[in-house]
C-alpha cells in the first residue's frame, strides 16, 4: 500500500507530515490557478483578479465541504462536537466545497461588482479539472470506493481498486469520478469560446457532473444517505441537473447574451 504521506516527519519533527492526499489537492489547486487565470486573461480580465477570489472562495469551500458532512453524519459528532474541527481524520465532501465556493463567488462578485454569471463561467473549468485531479487523493487513502468484486476476471485496475484494510477488491469509483470529470472538463473548453449566453458553461457543468455523480455515488459503499435508498449526492445531484436543464431553456429571458465589465480588474487595452 502507497503510504498516504509524502514526507514524514518534516524538519525532524515529530507528528509534522505532509500528506499526499493534501498534495495532490494542492496540485489541483495551482493547476487550476493558472487554468482560470489565462482564461480571464484572454476575456479581457487581470489574471490577479483570481488570487482575490481565491482568498475568498477557498476559505468558504473548506468550511462548506467539512459541515455539509458533519450535518449529515451527526451523531458521530454529537458526543464529541470538538471532533467536527478534526479534519485530519477526514469527512470533506465535494458537494459541500461546490455550495462554499459558489456562495464565496456571490461575495466576490457583489463586493467588485463583476457579473456572477461571467464569473462562474471563468472558473467552472478549473474547478472540474480540480475535482479531476482530487479524486486520486482518495487512491491514495483508499477510500471513496464501490461495491465488492468477487469476480477474479474483473479483479484488475482501473475497473477495480485492491483496499489493503479490507483485503478485498472493490469498484474504482474514484478512478470512474476522476475520468467522467475529465471529459466535462473537455467538454467546457470546447465551448468556452462558443457560448451563447453568459452562464452557459456553469449550466453545462451542473447537469454533466451531477448526471456522473448521480450513477457513480450509486456504486460507492461509503455515500451519506437522507433516507433510505437515496443518497445525498444523489439528491444534490439531481437538482443541479434540473437547475442546469432550465438554465438553458430559459436563457433567453434570464440571462443576457455576454455582459461586459468595467471595473478595476479590467485590463488596459489603450495603445502605448
Not at 6 to 33: K, M, R, S
Not at 84 to 106: M, N, S, T
Not at 153 to 160: D, R
Not at 166 to 183: D, I, P, R, V
Amino acid at each position: 500500500m502507497t503510504n498516504r504521506f509524502l514526507v514524514q516527519n518534516l524538519f525532524g519533527i515529530e507528528g509534522l507530515d505532509i500528506a499526499w492526499y493534501g498534495a495532490i489537492i494542492a496540485f489541483g489547486i495551482i493547476i487550476g490557478v493558472w487554468l482560470a487565470g489565462r482564461e480571464a486573461e484572454r476575456q479581457g480580465i487581470k489574471g490577479e483578479m483570481i488570487f482575490d477570489f481565491l482568498i475568498i472562495v477557498l476559505p468558504l469551500a473548506i468550511i462548506g465541504a467539512r459541515a455539509y458532512y458533519v450535518i449529515f453524519e451527526w451523531a458521530n459528532y454529537v458526543d464529541n462536537p470538538m471532533r467536527i474541527f478534526a479534519i485530519r481524520e477526514g469527512g470533506l465532501a465535494i458537494y459541500g466545497g461546490v455550495i462554499g465556493g459558489f456562495i464565496g463567488a456571490l461575495i466576490f462578485a457583489k463586493i467588485n461588482r463583476f457579473p456572477l454569471l461571467r464569473l462562474t463561467d471563468i472558473v467552472v473549468p478549473s474547478l472540474i479539472l480540480g475535482q479531476a485531479i482530487g479524486r486520486w487523493g482518495n487512491f491514495v487513502n483508499q477510500e471513496a470506493f464501490g461495491n465488492l468484486v468477487t469476480n477474479p476476471n474483473l479483479q484488475f485496475f482501473p475497473y477495480a481498486v485492491f483496499i489493503e484494510r479490507l483485503g478485498e477488491w472493490h469498484q474504482a469509483t474514484f478512478f470512474y469520478e476522476s475520468m467522467w470529470n475529465l471529459c466535462i472538463f473537455a467538454v467546457l473548453i470546447y465551448f468556452r469560446k462558443r457560448t451563447k449566453f453568459t452562464g452557459q458553461l456553469l449550466a453545462t457543468y451542473f447537469m454533466g457532473y451531477g448526471l456522473g455523480r448521480f450513477w457513480i455515488e450509486g456504486l460507492r459503499t461509503d455515500s451519506l444517505y437522507l433516507i433510505p435508498g437515496l443518497r445525498v449526492s444523489q439528491a444534490f445531484s439531481l437538482i443541479l441537473i434540473i437547475i442546469g436543464i432550465l438554465m438553458f431553456v430559459f436563457r433567453k429571458k434570464l440571462f443576457k447574451e455576454h455582459l461586459e465589465y468595467e471595473g478595476k480588474y479590467r485590463m488596459d487595452r489603450s495603445p502605448k
